[in-house]
Every structure is written in C-alpha cells, then in structure tokens.
C-alpha cells in the first residue's frame, strides 16, 4: 500500500542549512500536483508552498469590460495561441519564483524551504517544447520564445536556481483518469497521447537527463522521484510516508 522507495538522484546541498532551499514540484497535468502542495504547505511551517495559479489563465483581464479565457482559447485553437499561452504562463511562473519568501519562514526554526508549483524550467523544457515538437508553437514563435527566456533567466540566473526538484510520476493513463474525474471544463478534449508525450518529456528531462538544457546549473539540480500511484489525499500512511520522504529530501 505505501509509496515506492524513492530515487534521489543526487542530495541537495546540506552545508548549507539556514539558507532558503528553493524547490520545484512537477509532475504531469493532473498527477496531483495542488494537492500534494497543500499537504506540503499544511505539514510545518518551514515549508511555504506558491501555488499555481491557473485561475489567472482563465480570466486575463482585457480591459475592455471583457476576461478572456486563455486555458479555453488555447485548447480550442493551440495554434494560434499556444505561444501566447507560454509567454503569459512563463510570466507568471517568473513573477512567482521571482517573489521574496514569506516571513515566517525567515524566522522558522528548522530548514526553511520555498516551494513552487512547476516552474520557468518547465514551462520552456516540458510545455512550450512539446507544443513546439507538435507543430502548436512555429519555428520562429519558438525561435522568439528561447530568445527570451534564455535572456531573463540569465538575468535572473540567482534569483531563480532551485535547490532541488520533487517529481510526482504516475502513468499517462492514470493522469488521463484524474483529468476527466475532476472535470475541468477546458481540458474535456485532452487526449492521452499528449499526456503521453509530456510524460516523456518529464522523464527525458527529469530521469534520463537527455534533455538538450541551455542552463548547465540546472542538469546538477537533484530530483526526488515520488511515486504518485497512491492516494495521496486521503490515505494517512501514504500522506505520512510521502511527507517523510520530503523531510529527508529537504534535511
Ligand atoms: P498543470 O500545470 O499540470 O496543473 P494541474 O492543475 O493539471 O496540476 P495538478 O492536477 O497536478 O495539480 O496544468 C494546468 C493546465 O494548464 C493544463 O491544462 C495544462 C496547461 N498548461 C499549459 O498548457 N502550458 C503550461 O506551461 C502549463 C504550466 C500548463
């Protein structure tokens, strides 16, 4: 019943422990990414969890007495406005990392740690490439799109390293099977073969390291692999395990 061990794939840096860790949690749509964070956010206060905020990405305010919804307009016509979506996510992300850490985890008495929902790195390694690889995102809009993520992630290239990577993995199908049960109205049309192919994506990137990456920091960054199969929500014992898997991760 309980989580598979899991696989460091290298630890985070230890002699370094009243520094704020910075950490990433990914995984594919709808693995359960928002629900493993609140069970993060609400196991010790060391730990700040920024949540995703695609409610953002639902209603971007036109200023014309109009929100648009981009989710919608995106999945309906991915070629005309998966790029737009992927500059407006990436912001969003870069907004999020780019954040000072709450204040309570200044002064909170063990290791303090600021996670986040997904990240700058995902957004261009897992999202805006597969969308580029489907012919979603042209040549140039792609040409356009590493342009400028390549130049405010070296300008920001400190403010936003991150300290380690939680991977919450589960199979496509499995993924597929939470999408349609939580219902969310925009994604009615996913298809499992794009879930399939962003598993890939997160495997090449995060597990087999083969992913062509332009930042040579983040190939050093160490990923704790959870197995994501197990009810996470509800299960106490799995809850407890998966959290202690993070503590040590962290400690
Ligand atoms: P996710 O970021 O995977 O969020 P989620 O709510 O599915 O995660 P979980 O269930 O694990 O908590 O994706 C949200 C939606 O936005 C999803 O339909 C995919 C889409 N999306 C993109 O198209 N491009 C992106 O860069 C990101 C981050 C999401």
């Not at 140039?140 to 991977?167: D, K, P």
Request: with cysteine.
């Amino acid at each position: 019943r309980g989580a598979r061990q899991p696989r460091v794939h290298t630890a985070p840096d230890k002699d370094k422990p009243s520094r704020i860790l910075r950490v990433s949690l990914e995984g594919n749509i709808a693995v359960g990414k928002s629900t493993f964070a609140k069970l993060l956010n609400a196991a010790t206060k060391d730990w700040d969890v920024a949540l995703e905020p695609v409610s953002k990405w639902q209603s971007v305010d036109t200023s014309q007495e109009t929100v648009s919804n981009l989710l919608d307009i995106m999945y309906r016509d991915p070629q005309r406005w998966s790029y737009t979506f992927q500059t407006f996510s990436c912001m969003s992300r870069m907004r999020t990392q780019l954040q000072p850490p709450a204040t309570h985890l200044l002064g909170s008495g063990g290791q303090p740690v600021q996670v986040f929902e997904r990240s700058v790195y995902s957004d261009r390694y897992i999202f805006a490439l597969t969308l580029f690889e489907m012919g979603c995102i042209n040549a140039t809009e792609w040409a356009v799109y590493q342009n400028w993520h390549s130049f405010l992630l070296e300008q920001f290239a400190q403010r936003l390293e991150l300290e380690g990577i939680i991977y919450l993995k589960a199979p496509p199908q499995m993924c597929l099977e939470r999408l349609q049960r939580r219902g969310r109205d925009e994604e009615k049309d996913v298809k499992l073969d794009y879930l399939e192919k962003l598993h890939v994506q997160h495997e090449n990137w995060l597990v087999n390291k083969s992913t062509e990456l332009h930042f040579e920091q983040l190939k050093r960054v160490p990923v704790l692999e959870l197995d994501a199969t197990v009810d996470f929500e509800k299960d106490k014992e799995v809850k407890n395990n998966l959290i202690s898997q993070v503590r040590n991760f962290f400690s």
